[in-house]
């Protein structure tokens, strides 16, 4: 399968998801409410439904996935592209991992009290975890980026292009200089 | 001694900040007046010649996405919400990753293959369509309006709250301060246009970065007891608020992830980075440099926004007057004199390195991409109109920032999330995809920024409430790239240039 056509089916369960949202009522202060003592801070609202957990941790999913087969499609028409494919895939691995992570210990008490590098588990996580293991895709592209995105044969046209292209302007430009009643009227 | 030495800093704190702050802005000027010899035509004036290298580049990168939306408007929403606003920061490295592979090498080939001196008209050359070219231009000059009003309004209420401490300028109001900051703004991207702002943007990145990272350290000794006792007492406040969706919600903060990943390769001030670099081999590094860069700045947005959070709920600092006045009351009352001048220079450097990136890509779009795609060619007198151009954008951003802040009092932050919702949904699929894509076509391009636009101004300007906290620059960006997909699918396949192609088959 293509991967526009897979790009183009995440696109499409991820508004299939969001369209969702509409079906499940929502409990009452969804997005926090005013702290009692303290106009400027919020406090949060009410725990989100089942439902919303579980819309959430499969669009999370979804996101991740379509984002990896964005990176994928730009690079597959480079002769090196197809060996950024298991970088990419082990990344994507990774980080579907910690997402997975994230869910369960929040959805288990988020450490019960516990505090880790000074944040309760679930957030732990998030900073101290999924954010770095990000980090595995800007790797993919710096170790990549020699093979499948910008290779010394690329350089090499993309400088010879650019000297034809010079060459081709400074013809117009003379043929125009030729022309000089025409080029005014452009 | 030491101690005298240490009060008499104490008492000169507000003129040790404004000296700080009156320093910097003379940098700016000095810089755009070295900027303007530089600067000879057009093509200097919004690529900066394309002679980026490595460094200026990768810091340029960071401190164009680091605002005043991150710097002053990040620490307030961390200061209302707990950890909810941390979802726009830990997308960074994710962001960077999908524009780098998705858009630097075809908007580097764009800009030497085709001579593209703005996004604009890199998408005029792939589509072949000027109507395309002007709503790029358009979407760009409506989200750089918008995102300029949130810089201005930061940049002048940091200006008031320093002008505020001081005996002689006690009651300035915001409108002098408006018209100071966008002053001096002003005149170093008018005289130095994009050479200024990328030098700038060389020192107001080092200037970011070291001031987030005094401050992170400044912050940890604050509160009694060090970061995990001040995180202690706002979970026995509220334990949710210091959970991982913090106050509101896994789905508002799922949505803003999303947004702020895919969303960075519809922003047009940061992807445009990558066709002013020199030499592409050297791009290698730059997405290292930028997420590192922004890493380390985004300390500041969590580490103050957490303290002052804590601080006012056990009582040890009275209630803010506004989320946005986190950053500086932390630096007013809680770091040291030194510092407090050298971070609120950082404030106006993370804010005035974004501001000055948008007008330059405000008055391309303006005096060259408009003209471009409703007469066919770009006005005689480019480099002049340019400018002119740059002053217009300016005044008009400062005066809806003033009408926003009058009419509606919104929060920096989220005026910004606002404006990077409008960029992303509006460019992530005509340019993103559409750059990696032979199949997409105008049309689908077209509506695709149309029905954006109109989405996100219509959530926007009627307050709509979408379900669940869903961000709606979520929902536009979904269905934008919803429609480019299934009407580039529809359509024939587009047939094009030998010049086109052989870019997007590189």
């Known amino acids: 399968m293509k991967l526009d056509r897979i790009a183009f089916a995440l696109i499409s369960a991820l508004l299939l998801l969001v369209g969702a949202l509409w079906l499940v009522p929502e409990p009452p202060e969804t997005g926090g409410s005013v702290h009692p003592q303290f106009a400027t801070l919020q406090i949060a609202g009410a725990p989100a439904p089942p439902a919303i957990l579980l819309i959430a941790a499969a669009f999370g999913a979804v996101m991740f996935v379509l984002l990896a087969v964005l990176m994928a499609w730009a690079v597959r028409r480079s002769a090196g592209g197809p060996r950024l494919t298991r970088p990419l895939v082990v990344a994507t691995l990774v980080v579907l991992a910690m997402w997975a992570l994230l869910f369960l210990v929040d959805g288990a008490g988020n450490g019960e009290g516990r505090q880790y590098l000074a944040f309760p588990a679930g957030t732990a996580i998030l900073v101290y975890l999924l954010f770095p293991a990000t980090g595995l895709f800007n790797l993919a592209f710096v170790l990549g980026f020699p093979r499948a995105i910008f290779g010394r044969r690329d350089s090499e046209w993309l400088e010879r292009r650019q000297q034809e292209r010079e060459q081709e302007r400074g013809r117009e430009r003379a043929t125009a200089a030729a022309k000089p009643g025409r080029d005014r009227e452009g | ?506």
Not at chain 2, 40 to 46: A, L, N, P, T, V
Not at chain 2, 50 to 60: I, K, S
Not at chain 2, 335 to 354: D, E, Q, R
Not at chain 2, 362 to 382: N, Y
């Open chain 2, 1 to 506: 001694m030491e101690s005298s030495l240490e009060s008499s800093l104490e008492s000169l704190r507000a003129p040790i900040v404004l000296a700080a702050v009156g320093l910097y802005m003379v940098v700016c000027i000095v810089v755009g007046v070295w900027a303007m010899r530089r600067t000879r035509d057009s093509r200097d004036f919004f690529m900066a010649g394309r002679h980026l290298g490595l460094v200026l580049t990768g810091v340029a990168m960071f401190a164009s996405m680091m605002s005043g939306f991150g710097f002053v408007g990040g620490p307030g929403l961390v200061y209302s919400m707990g950890m909810s606003s941390v979802w726009m920061v830990v997308n960074v490295a994710l962001g960077f990753a999908i524009a780098d592979f998705l858009l630097a090498k075809r908007l580097r080939l764009f800009a030497g293959l085709h001579d593209s001196i703005s996004l604009p008209d890199a998408v005029g050359v792939r589509y072949n369509s000027d109507t395309t070219r002007l709503l790029t231009a358009i979407a760009i000059l409506l989200g750089v309006l918008g995102y300029l009003a949130t810089q201005t309004l930061a940049m002048a209420t940091v200006l008031r709250n320093i002008l505020g401490h001081t005996e002689r300028f006690a009651d300035v109001g915001l409108v002098p301060s408006v018209v100071i900051s966008t002053s001096v703004l002003v005149f170093y991207c008018v005289t130095g246009g994009v050479i200024a702002s990328i030098y700038t943007d060389l020192v107001q990145g080092a200037v970011m970065v070291v001031a987030a990272l005094l401050v992170f350290f400044t912050a940890l000794t604050v509160f009694d007891g060090g970061a995990s006792a001040a995180v202690a007492a706002m979970v026995s406040d509220d334990s949710r608020s210091m959970g991982p969706w913090g106050t509101v919600g896994m789905i508002s903060c799922i949505s803003w992830f999303f947004m702020f990943s895919l969303g960075t390769a519809g922003q047009p001030h940061i992807v445009t980075k990558t066709m002013m670099i020199r030499r592409f081999g050297d791009y290698r590094f730059v997405p290292l440099l930028s997420v590192i860069g922004f890493a380390l700045s985004a300390l500041l947005w969590v580490s103050v926004g957490l303290v002052m959070r804590a601080q006012v709920i056990t009582g040890a600092h009275p209630e803010l007057s506004s989320p946005d006045a986190a950053a500086p009351e932390f630096l007013q009352n809680y770091a040291h004199p030194l510092l407090a001048g050298l971070v609120f220079a950082g404030l106006f450097a993370a804010i005035m390195s974004t501001a000055d990136a948008f007008l330059n890509i405000g008055a391309a779009a303006l005096v060259h991409d408009i003209p471009k795609a409703l007469t066919g060619r770009s006005f005689e007198r480019e480099l002049l109109w340019a400018r002119v151009g740059t002053v217009v954008i300016a005044v008009g951003a400062a005066l809806f920032a003033l009408y926003s802040y009058y009419q509606n009092q919104r929060l920096v932050a989220l005026l910004g999330a606002f404006g990077w919702g409008t960029f992303g949904a509006a460019l992530v699929p005509a340019v993103a995809i559409g750059f990696n894509w032979k199949r997409a076509t105008p049309l689908a391009a077209n509506v695709a920024i149309a029905t954006s636009l109109v989405l996100n101004f219509s959530i926007e300007v009627f307050d709509l409430s979408l379900p669940h906290g869903l961000h709606g620059g979520t929902l536009a960006l979904l269905v934008s790239l919803f429609l480019f997909f299934s009407i580039s699918y529809a359509s024939a396949p587009p047939k094009l240039a030998p010049g086109v192609e052989e870019i997007l088959d590189a």
